[in-house]
């Protein structure tokens, strides 16, 4: 690995662990968006309903943008492939992008459905 390549990877890894860290705040605010939807089953708080959704369009619009770096890193690996490269390195690079591709489009999904469902009848994580 030369100097170029081991300083990209280094670089990816900060981002990564920020990354991390974005996730850490994500699951803490998700203990949050429970105890809005708890509040709004158990009181019928209207207004808790509506902080809850709003919190999971949050939640959602931020997982979507960490998505999205993850889907362009998986395009970026692909675009480097060599014809040199082992079959299997093709081969795992090729369903990282897919798999990359899938949790991007489910991320989109999610968002929708938090958008579109006003009566807070669906459930919804992110995983």
Avoid: C, H
Wanted: charged share 25%.
């Amino acid at each position: 690995m030369g100097y170029k390549q081991l300083q990209e990877k280094l670089n990816e890894l900060k981002i990564e662990e920020f990354i991390w860290i974005v996730y850490i705040g994500i699951i803490i605010y998700s203990f949050y968006s429970n105890s809005l939807e708890r509040k709004y089953y158990v009181y019928n708080d209207l207004k808790s309903k509506e902080k809850y959704r709003k919190t999971l369009i949050i939640i959602f619009s931020i997982l979507i943008i960490v998505y999205l770096y993850f889907l362009k890193d998986s395009y970026d690996s692909l675009k480097s492939i060599k014809p040199s490269d082992s079959e299997e390195k093709k081969n795992l690079t090729y369903l990282s992008f897919i798999g990359s591709l899938l949790i991007a489009i489910s991320g989109f999904i999610f968002l929708y459905i938090a958008f579109k469902d006003e009566n807070v009848d669906v459930e919804i994580a992110f995983n």
